[in-house]
Structures are given as structure tokens and as C-alpha cells.
């Protein structure tokens, strides 16, 4: 069955740093390209970053150059390295297979930008 574990969201001010992990479990992780994916609250969840099993990556053309996505394959683990952080960056943030995403949704890590 898979399993993800998001963590290391908080509450931040404006400008400040965030630094996001994802522990999965139950996929093929090192075949698989990860992403990382936000829900804000009345707003539909929409992909922030991914990373191909070669380690290329994608970004939402609102995180470039802010964000950086990464993986250890090893560790079966995803990072989101999250810089000047805006207050229209607070969401509740997941990670989940990509393109195709599983099913199975973790809780994901709440992160808060105060402005």
C-alpha cells in the first residue's frame, strides 16, 4: 500500500524559509517521477514542483526561481526547499507520484506565510 509522509511545514513571515520532506513508501520511488502539490483554502490542488527519476525538474511557472525540488533515492524521500515565501504560498502542502498521481494522498504539511 502506499504511504506518504509529508512534514517540516510551519508558520513563517513573509521572506522567510521553508524546508519540506516526503518519506514514501509502497511505490516503485526510484522509477517514479515525485512531485509536489498545494491546496489553498476554496482553490483546487495544483502541482508546485516535480522531479523526473533522472533528477530534471518542472516548476509552476509562481515558484521559479523560489522553489527547489529534490530527491535521495535512498531514502525514499522527496524534498521541497521553499525561499521568499509569499503569503499566496500557504496551502496545505502534498507530495504524490507524477504525472500520475496515486490515489493514496497523505495529510500533507500545512505551511502559513504571515505577510
Known amino acids: 500500500q502506499v504511504q506518504l509522509v509529508e512534514s517540516g511545514g510551519g508558520l513563517v513571515q513573509a521572506g522567510g524559509s521553508l524546508r519540506l520532506s516526503c518519506a514514501a513508501s509502497g511505490i516503485m520511488f526510484s522509477i517514479n517521477g515525485m512531485g509536489w502539490y498545494r491546496q489553498a483554502p476554496g482553490k483546487q490542488r495544483e502541482l508546485v514542483a516535480a522531479i523526473r527519476s533522472g533528477g530534471s525538474t518542472n516548476y509552476a511557472d509562481s515558484v521559479k526561481g523560489r522553489f527547489t525540488i529534490s530527491r535521495d533515492n535512498a531514502k525514499n524521500t522527496v524534498y521541497l526547499q521553499m525561499n521568499s515565501l509569499k503569503p499566496e504560498d500557504t496551502a496545505v502542502y502534498y507530495c504524490?507520484?507524477?504525472?500520475?498521481?496515486?490515489?493514496?494522498w497523505g495529510q500533507g504539511t500545512q505551511v502559513t506565510v504571515s505577510s
Open positions: 504524490n507520484s507524477w504525472p500520475r498521481p496515486s490515489e493514496y
